[in-house]
Structure formats: C-alpha cells, structure tokens
C-alpha cells in the first residue's frame, strides 16, 4: 500500500505569496494531521481532522495559515501571505479509526526567503 | 498543560553498547506510549508502542513503561551507527481522538 504522500517535496518562495501544501492520506484512515518541524520548536500540531471535518485547529499559529479536506482522500495547507518564520518542514500524518499510531509523509521543506 | 519531556541530547554511545532513551510525561491519565525514529531529513517512523506496564521486545529494542513514576523508555541493544538519529517519544493522554503530545527528541549518536 502506498503511504502519506505530500506534494511539493521542497518549495521556495518569497515572502508574500501564497503556498499551498497537498497531501493524500493512507486510504481508509479516518485522521488526518498537519504537523510542522523546527530546530526551535520541534513538531508542532497544526490542526487535524476526523472524517474530513476539522476537530482541532489550535496549533494554527495565525490567520495566514488555513487548512482544508474537501474529501477523504485530499487536503491542503494554504499560508497567505508568506513570511521567512514560516520557514520549516510541514509533515501530513494519517491514522486509522480506533488505532493511535500514526504514519507520517515525507514532509515538505518549505523556505520562505 | 499536558507535557512529555526528553533530554535533547546529544546522547553519543560506543557501537556494541546499549542506549537509553528517556521520557517523562505529565498525565497520570496516559493510556499509549510511542517511539518514533527520525533520521536527519526524514520523516518520523514508528519503532514500538507500548500500552502497559512492564517491557515490551523487539529485536534490539525494548520498551519500558512506569505508570506509576510516568516515564517510559526505550533500549537498544548491541547498538550501531545505522541506528544514529533522533528518537521522538509520543503520548495519547487519554484524548478521545487519540490525539498525541510529543516530545522534543533526543539525538542519538553511535560511534564506531
């Protein structure tokens, strides 16, 4: 089966354009997460969703950041506009219903110069 | 605030020898407990999760759990360079949504 897979791998963008970042979870997991990667900060949840349904969105860092999942298999992580601090590696992990473990995609490094 | 703690490191241990990783974590209400391996520019991978008490094997590692003291840890045994990388412990604190709360990692290095 193949696993998360994201899309960009790497992008590099100038401050003020939009990004958008895609994932396709593993299929027949219910969860999907959105996680950022930094030397200071380590993993960070940003949001995640059950069913395509956003449940928790308290890791979003502000109003630049949105996130959707318009359907089981597809979701995006859109930052408008960009900054330099969004510089880090974004990872998409997914999960099956009533199981905790999570599978992780390869992440997309993203720099914002 | 829910926490799971784990010293940065770097941790550096000989090749052959046996390396200890540490995790202390805030909830008492913890039910699952998960080592994820994240080599350099990688994606975290699961290696072993653990829900009771007690240790649990996998080839060269163990995992341990101590509810009562709210630390788990993981061993490695006969250690080697390949196994040099950054070790993220994960906790499910009970979250009806199986949410996890992470640890910071702490990097291991194997020297030949």
């Known amino acids: 089966d193949a696993g998360v897979i994201q899309s960009p791998r790497h992008e590099v963008t100038e401050m003020g354009q939009e990004v958008t970042l895609r994932c396709k979870p593993i299929?027949?997991?219910?969860?999907l997460f959105w996680y950022r990667q930094t030397m200071m900060r380590g993993l960070e949840l940003l949001i995640y969703?059950?069913?395509?349904?956003?449940?928790?969105d308290s890791g979003m860092p502000e109003d630049r950041f949105s996130a959707k999942m318009p359907n089981a298999s597809f979701s995006t992580l859109k930052i408008q506009p960009s900054e330099p601090r969004d510089s880090a590696v974004y990872f998409c992990?997914?999960?099956?219903?009533?199981?905790?473990?999570?599978?992780f995609g390869p992440g997309t490094r993203l720099t914002v110069l | 605030q829910k926490e799971v703690e784990q010293n940065s490191g770097p941790l550096s241990v000989p090749e052959g020898a046996i390396a200890s990783l540490n995790c202390t974590y805030s909830?008492?209400?913890?039910?699952?407990f998960f080592w994820y391996r994240q080599y350099s520019g990688k994606s975290p991978e699961l290696i072993m999760f653990?829900?009771s008490n007690g240790d649990k094997e996998d080839g060269r590692f163990t995992a341990q759990l101590n509810k009562a003291s709210q630390y788990v840890s993981l061993l490695i045994r006969d250690s080697q360079p390949s196994d040099s990388a950054t070790y993220l412990c994960?906790?499910?604190?009970?979250?009806?949504?199986?949410?996890?709360?992470w640890g910071a990692g702490t990097k291991l290095i194997i020297k030949p």
């Open positions: 992990a997914s999960r099956r219903r009533g199981e905790d473990t999570q599978y």
């Open positions: 299929s027949g997991h219910d969860y």
């Open positions: 969703f059950n069913n395509n349904v956003p449940i928790d």
């Open positions: 909830d008492r209400g913890s039910q699952s």
């Open positions: 653990i829900y």
């Open positions: 994960a906790v499910n604190m009970g979250d009806s949504n199986y949410q996890l709360i």
